[in-house]
Nanobody, 117 residues
Framework: QVQLVESGGGLVQAGGSLRLSCAAS????????MGWYRQAPGKQRELVAA?????????EDGDFVRGRMTISRDNAKNTVYLQMNSLKPEDTAVYYC?????????WGKGTLVTVSS
C-alpha cells in the first residue's frame, strides 16, 4: 500500500506562488503515475497534472493550468512537486496527490491552498 503525504499549502495573495510536495512511502520509480488533483468547495475533484514513471507529463485540458503550474519529481526523495505561479482566487481548493500503482489508486489527505484577492 502506498502512503502519500502532501505539504506546502497555505494562504497566499493573488499573483503569488506556492510549491506543493507529495512524499511517497516507496520508490516513485515503481509507481506508474503520480498526479495532483484539486477540489474546490462544491465542485468535483479535477486533474491538475500528472507525471509517469518514465517522466512523461500530462496537464488538465482546459485553461486554468496553462503556463502557470508545473509538475516535477525527485526520485531520490520519492517526492513529486507542483509548482504553482500567478495564483488566482479561483485556484483556492484542497490539492490532493494520487498514485496509480498496480491497478490501484492511492490518495493523500490533501493540502489546502487559499488564494486571497
Amino acid at each position: 500500500q502506498v502512503q502519500l503525504v502532501e505539504s506546502g499549502g497555505g494562504l497566499v495573495q493573488a499573483g503569488g506562488s506556492l510549491r506543493l510536495s507529495c512524499a511517497a512511502s516507496e520508490s516513485i520509480l515503481s509507481i506508474d503515475v503520480m498526479g495532483w488533483y484539486r477540489q474546490a468547495p462544491g465542485k468535483q475533484r479535477e486533474l491538475v497534472a500528472a507525471i509517469s514513471s518514465g517522466g512523461g507529463t500530462k496537464y488538465e485540458d482546459g485553461d486554468f493550468v496553462r503556463g502557470r503550474m508545473t509538475i516535477s519529481r525527485d526520485n531520490a526523495k520519492n517526492t513529486v512537486y507542483l509548482q504553482m505561479n500567478s495564483l488566482k482566487p479561483e485556484d483556492t481548493a484542497v490539492y490532493y496527490c494520487k498514485a496509480e500503482h498496480l491497478a490501484m489508486d492511492y490518495w493523500g489527505k490533501g493540502t489546502l491552498v487559499t488564494v486571497s484577492s
